[in-house]
């Protein structure tokens, strides 16, 4: 009876106080998973698509770029912003969404000016169980009046949704917030680009804020160009952040920041050739210090999109390192991640350019029907029919491509026609890679030697649209910007217009519970040892964190160590539960 009095008095003592680990223990934490942003994550993947569900969307998230989060439990936590059509009329709107492992959702929180129609938002989850939002500024369709809205960072309760704090960030003439990076303090860093008049120069920032919402700190890095900067990534010690952004000249630069005081530590110019060089890529920091970034040369003055140039390791203290040429070509929505191993994958598109059986071309959606004369299109003979700019050339494919640290390219997978590949790919402990084929219907998963280990199609035998139907197509598709990530026991989500798709991981808890309890059944296991172990089962399950999951899973496998040793457990039989355990 004492005994059971203690015990219920450290759970009370837990379920009061609980305990939280960093949240890079968390199975998906930020953007690129964690503050390196490697796009890295410590379970395996699912071997096929046979388990998958989906959970509806109330919008119409055809140009949301920010990616879902995952905690310790396995809810995902995803931004729900777009369209809708409600009362015969479309409705333009946002919520912030919960969803159970099981695909229910857990709560909704109902969000104004804080639509993600130009990667402009952000999620994070701190180990201290908030849930962080970063919104640009912009406007929202409120009451049948559009109104401005200011840029605000939010903090909300990850269990109920409750908001904790919100710290307003600037008025209407700050246009863009970079991706949050959240360190083991649950400290949040962002970069933001202040412009005054809609004007296309301004200044970048870097700023602090403590898990509080008080700012610690905002550091000035210089004028620069609109939405033009990735980042922030934290260095493996925590100690430097960087960034990379470009000035009003339209030249690259890397800044190192310290992120205890938010003074300079090194920039570093990077002059890919005069001005129109530069990289809306995303990078990332490998475990030796490199930060690997991608260079391309874009084509026109406003123009997202360019022909790729090179992959350029840069040391901790500013020195280039390495210089690959890619393969493949980038724009706004190219993207880098690290395997295990240290290989470097970067995604590239096909430049926009569309197939239409004879030639290929280009819809020219943003040059208002003016022809875009400046931009350099490769190659070839060109014609202007009005609409779009036909190339006498075959179809461009997009795709993914792999480089050693030392040698450089590997292997490129390419894509179908006309499909892209614009988003951060998510990579597994067994360095399987996840994409999603942006514009598109299909999720791939490559193996480390680039071979297609599945391909899941969300709307099998639909062409790829391209936007081609507006904002409001009829068949789902995965977005520009749906990054695919991994969560508890090795599911992958990834958004799209309509759902989030979730494919299973492979075998779970569950499936070992069942094992023990066959077991017992067949005489295998006594009913002590199969308590023992059931306990722990249900505790890993039950875990808050995905390290305390770990720990209690660790704890189950030494308890059938301990079985097989004392003769009680057949090496066949334990080994058949290890192999299952060591994949959750």
Request: net charge negative; hydrophobic share 35%; glycine share 12%.
């Amino acid at each position: 009876m004492r005994r059971l009095m203690v015990l219920n008095i450290l759970l009370v003592l837990v379920l009061v106080n609980p305990v939280f680990v960093s949240a890079s223990d968390l199975p998906w934490a930020e953007y690129g998973r964690n503050a390196q942003n490697t796009g890295q994550n410590g379970y395996i993947g699912p071997a096929d698509t046979s388990r998958t569900w989906k959970a509806a969307l109330d919008y119409n998230n055809k140009d949301s770029f920010t990616s879902p989060v995952v905690d310790g439990s396995g809810s995902v936590y995803l931004l729900d912003s777009g369209w809708s059509y409600v009362n015969e009329q479309w409705v333009i709107g946002a919520s912030l969404k919960s969803i159970a492992r099981d695909g229910s959702v857990r709560w909704i929180k109902p969000l104004s000016g804080c639509r993600d129609d130009n990667g402009s938002t952000s999620l994070a989850l701190g180990s201290n169980g908030l849930l962080y939002l970063s919104c640009s500024a912009g406007y929202d369709y409120v009451d049948g009046v559009w109104m401005d809205i200011d840029a605000a960072l939010y903090a909300f309760e990850a269990g109920t949704g409750a908001l904790r704090w919100e710290l307003p960030l600037g008025r209407h003439y700050t246009q863009a917030i970079g991706n949050l990076t959240i360190d083991s303090g649950n400290n949040l860093y962002f970069v933001s680009a202040l412009y005054i008049d809609n004007n296309w120069q301004g200044n970048h920032y870097l700023t602090a804020v403590s898990e509080t919402g008080a700012v610690l700190w905002t550091s000035s890095l210089g004028a620069g160009r609109q939405w033009d900067f990735a980042g922030p990534a934290m260095s493996s010690d925590g100690k430097t952040v960087y960034i990379y952004r470009l000035t009003e000249y339209n030249e690259g630069i890397l800044n190192a920041v310290s992120a205890e005081t938010g003074e300079k530590v090194w920039e570093l110019p990077l002059e890919w050739g005069g001005t129109g060089w530069q990289t809306f890529t995303s990078f990332a920091v490998a475990n030796d210090g490199t930060i690997w970034l991608a260079s391309y040369v874009k084509y026109g003055d406003d123009s997202c999109y360019g022909r790729a140039e090179n992959l350029i390791g840069i040391s901790p203290n500013g020195h280039i390192r390495r210089k690959f040429p890619l393969h493949g070509d980038l724009d706004c929505g190219s993207h880098i991640s690290i395997g295990p191993s240290g290989t470097i994958y970067v995604t590239y598109d096909d430049v926009r350019s569309y197939w239409d059986g004879t030639r290929r071309y280009y819809w020219l959606e943003y040059n208002y029907g003016q022809p875009p004369w400046d931009w350099f299109v490769g190659p070839g003979w060109y014609s202007w029919d009005g609409g779009f700019i036909y190339i006498d050339g075959p179809p461009k494919k997009g795709g993914i491509a792999a480089y050693d640290t030392v040698k450089g390219f590997k292997w490129k997978f390419e894509l179908p026609d006309s499909f892209e590949a614009n988003a951060k790919p998510a990579i597994d402990a067994k360095e399987n890679i996840y994409f999603a084929a942006s514009f598109g219907e299909r999720l791939y998963s490559l193996n480390r030697d680039g071979k297609v280990n599945w391909v899941f199609d969300i709307a099998p035998g639909v062409e790829p649209t391209h936007g081609s139907c507006g904002w409001f197509c009829a068949e789902d598709e995965f977005t520009y910007g749906a990054a695919p990530v991994i969560g508890l026991g090795g599911s992958i989500h990834v958004m799209g217009s309509k759902y989030l798709y979730t494919i299973e991981g492979g075998p779970t808890i569950q499936t070992v519970t069942a094992m023990v309890e066959g077991f017992v059944s067949q005489g295998v296991l006594n009913t002590g040892d199969s308590n023992s172990l059931l306990s722990k089962l249900d505790q890993a399950e039950n875990a808050a964190t995905a390290q305390a999951r770990a720990n209690v899973l660790q704890a189950a496998i030494n308890q059938i160590n301990a079985l097989e040793r004392s003769g009680r457990l057949t090496s066949a039989k334990a080994e058949e539960m290890r192999s299952i355990l060591r994949q959750l």
